[in-house]
C-alpha cells in the first residue's frame, strides 16, 4: 500500500468516525461546518437537560414520584456522557483536518515533482541547443536561478592549468566575484556538494565521468534558506550542466584542430 492509498483509507475512517460522509478528500469549511454543529448540538443538549431537571425539580409533585438526588445524578451522568461525545468527535475532526492538511502536502508534493521533471526537461533541451560554451553557462545560470528561487549563481571552471577560475555570473551587483570563493575551493576538494553553514548557499562539483570540470555555485535564495530538496535539485541539475560544459568544451577543442590543420 502505497503513503497515498494509506491515507485515503484513514481519512475515510476519520470522517466516518466523526460524522462526515466520507468521500476521501475533507474540506477545510466542512471540517469548520461539523465542528459547529457538534458545538450546538452539545450546547442544546446540555441546556435541555438542565432545564428540565430545574423544571421536574421545581414541581409538587416531584418529591412522590423521584429523590431529587438521584435526578441530580442522572442529569450529571447525561451531561457527562454527552460531553464524551462531544469531545471524541472533537478530537476526531481535529485528527481529520491534520490528516487532511497531510494529503494536501502529499499531493502538492506530487504536483512540485511533475513540474520539475518538466523543467529539467526543459534545462536539457536548453542547455544541449547550442555548444558555444558562453551560451551554455549563460543558461546554466539562467535555469538554475528558476528552479531554487536564487538570486545570485555563479560557474567556475578548471583550466588547462589546473586552476579553477570564475567563468559566469549571474546575479547582483555583490557577486561580481562569485557566491562564495572559499565554499567553492572547498567543493572542488572534497568533489561533494557543500553548503553554507547559514543555508544562505549551494556549492556542487560539476563532474563527468569521473573527470572533475568546475563548480556550479548558487546563493541568496529568495524565501531565505536552501533546504535539503533545493540541494538534491541542484545536484540533479548540475549533473546536467556537466555533460553539457564537456560537450561544449570537445566542440571548441575540435574548432582549434580544424584550425591548425587548416594553419
Known amino acids: 500500500m502505497t503513503r497515498l492509498e494509506d491515507l485515503d483509507r484513514r481519512i475515510v475512517d476519520a470522517e466516518r468516525a466523526s460524522g462526515?460522509?466520507?468521500?476521501?478528500?475533507?474540506?477545510?469549511?466542512?471540517i469548520r461546518r461539523r465542528s459547529r454543529q457538534v458545538a450546538a448540538l452539545t450546547a442544546f443538549v446540555l441546556f435541555a437537560l438542565l432545564a428540565s431537571t430545574l423544571i421536574y425539580l421545581g414541581a409538587d409533585h416531584v418529591g412522590g414520584v423521584v429523590d431529587p438526588r438521584l435526578l441530580r445524578a442522572a442529569m450529571i451522568l447525561l451531561s457527562l456522557g454527552f460531553l464524551a461525545?462531544?469531545?471524541e468527535r472533537d478530537v476526531q475532526l481535529r485528527r481529520l483536518a491534520a490528516l487532511g492538511a497531510e494529503l494536501r502536502d502529499v499531493h502538492l508534493g506530487v504536483a512540485d515533482g511533475i513540474l520539475r521533471e518538466a523543467a529539467m526537461a526543459q534545462v536539457d533541451d536548453d542547455l544541449h541547443a547550442s555548444l558555444v560554451l558562453e551560451d551554455v553557462?549563460?543558461?546554466?545560470?539562467?535555469?538554475?536561478?528558476?528552479l531554487v528561487d536564487a538570486r545570485a549563481t555563479a560557474i567556475r571552471l578548471i583550466g588547462a592549468d589546473?586552476?579553477?577560475?570564475?567563468?559566469?555570473?549571474?546575479?547582483?551587483?555583490?557577486?561580481?566575484?562569485?557566491?562564495?570563493?572559499?565554499?567553492?575551493?572547498?567543493?572542488?576538494?572534497?568533489?561533494?556538494?557543500?553548503?553554507?553553514?547559514?543555508?544562505?548557499?549551494i556549492v556542487i562539483?560539476?563532474?563527468?565521468?569521473?573527470?572533475?570540470?568546475?563548480?556550479?555555485?548558487?546563493g541568496a535564495p529568495?524565501?531565505?534558506?536552501?533546504?535539503?530538496?533545493?540541494?538534491?535539485?541542484?545536484a540533479a541539475f548540475a549533473a546536467r550542466a556537466a555533460t553539457a560544459v564537456h560537450n561544449s568544451r570537445l566542440y571548441e577543442d575540435a574548432l582549434v584542430a580544424l584550425e591548425h590543420a587548416h594553419a
Open 222 to 234: 529568495v524565501r531565505g534558506v536552501f533546504d535539503v530538496t533545493d540541494g538534491q535539485i541542484v
Open 137 to 146: 553557462l549563460d543558461h546554466t545560470l539562467e535555469r538554475v536561478h528558476a
Open 85 to 87: 461525545y462531544a469531545w
Open 20 to 30: 462526515i460522509r466520507g468521500h476521501g478528500f475533507p474540506s477545510a469549511a466542512m
Open 162 to 201: 589546473g586552476r579553477i577560475r570564475l567563468a559566469a555570473v549571474r546575479g547582483t551587483a555583490h557577486c561580481r566575484e562569485g557566491v562564495d570563493a572559499l565554499l567553492a575551493e572547498r567543493a572542488a576538494q572534497v568533489g561533494e556538494l557543500m553548503r553554507r553553514p547559514d543555508g544562505g548557499a
Open 205 to 218: 562539483p560539476l563532474v563527468h565521468h569521473g573527470r572533475l570540470l568546475g563548480v556550479l555555485e548558487v
